[in-house]
């Protein structure tokens, strides 16, 4: 083992440990991870490929992204390194929440609590889309994705399955994207 894959399985650890305190809900923390990973751990078109692949198998999002980044960053240990920092928040939070939610789990005002939160999370989740296809270069690119974006959007609308959904769009994107 060397200082340098001591240094990159630590700063796997402590990414994935700060993106799962800042942001433990699962589309939120893709934006903060996108600022961590993006350019600096994998290409932006691999950062991309992680999440679209993450979405389409079955299991936790940050699990699977966390193995993925790991996985590119510093093989088998940078996986070991990434879920260990993805899954000591979101397990220790869990117990606290549990222990609270036993205690006013019939209050009202936890209703309108999460009622309050819903939004936040949707606006959330568009602006990462907003700079996923940003990333996007040349007005051909961006065009086709905006038509991968419509599509997909009526495909959900319709309340197809999301992961028939990324199936079909990145079959898509390997036709348009030629």
Do not use: C
Request: aromatic share 10%; no cysteine; hydrophobic share 60%.
């Amino acid at each position: 083992m060397t200082h340098s894959q001591f240094a990159t399985w630590f700063k796997l650890f402590w990414m994935f440990l700060k993106v799962n305190l800042l942001s433990p809900s699962g589309p939120a923390s893709i934006g903060l991870l996108y600022d961590e990973a993006a350019g600096k751990l994998m290409s932006e078109e691999r950062f991309v490929e992680a999440v679209g692949f993450s979405n389409v198998l079955p299991g936790s999002e940050a699990l699977k992204l966390a193995m993925f980044i790991g996985h590119a960053a510093a093989g088998v240990p940078g996986v070991l390194a990434a879920l260990l920092g993805a899954i000591l928040p979101p397990t220790l939070m869990m117990l606290v929440v549990a222990a609270i939610l036993q205690r006013f789990q019939h209050e009202d005002w936890l209703g309108r609590f999460v009622g309050g939160m819903s939004p936040a999370v949707a606006a959330l989740m568009v602006l990462v889309g907003w700079e996923l296809f940003r990333a996007g270069t040349g007005k051909k690119i961006k065009l086709r994705t905006l038509l991968i974006a419509a599509l997909s959007a009526a495909a959900l609308w319709m309340q197809i399955p999301a992961p028939f959904v990324l199936v079909g769009a990145g079959i898509l994107g390997v036709i348009l994207f030629r």
